[in-house]
């Protein structure tokens, strides 16, 4: 009988122990990618201003022009600063959450 209890409490400290690495390792993922996102969002922020700059110093038909070609590309996805910031928020959300649990798990 005490046979099987120690091998219970054992188990359950095992499983308590991996639980904990597993969350560890998630929030060391998330830390890693929040140093990306930023540099995306500085990036985003410094090709926007310099695609601003390019399109004032056009006349208004290569404006129009150079803005409907932009607006048409692939990256102009990439060049809105609303879905970089909101990169960079969610990963911060998850990250705040991970550690909100890790420590209602201690």
């Not at 120690?6 to 140093?35: M, V």
């Not at 996102?37 to 129009?64: M, V």
């Amino acid at each position: 009988m005490k046979y099987y209890l120690l091998l219970a409490i054992f188990f359950a400290a095992a499983c308590n122990s991996e639980e904990n690495n597993q969350q560890q390792l998630q929030l060391a993922n998330l830390e890693g990618q929040l140093p990306k996102a930023e540099q995306d969002l500085l990036e985003a922020k410094k090709k926007q201003l310099s695609f601003l700059k390019l399109g004032r110093d056009k006349s208004e038909d290569q404006r129009k022009r150079f803005l409907d070609s932009l607006y048409a590309s692939d990256g102009y996805k990439q060049l809105r600063l609303s879905y970089k910031q909101d990169r960079v928020d969610s990963i911060k959300k998850a990250i705040a959450a991970q550690k909100e649990r890790m420590q209602q798990a201690k």
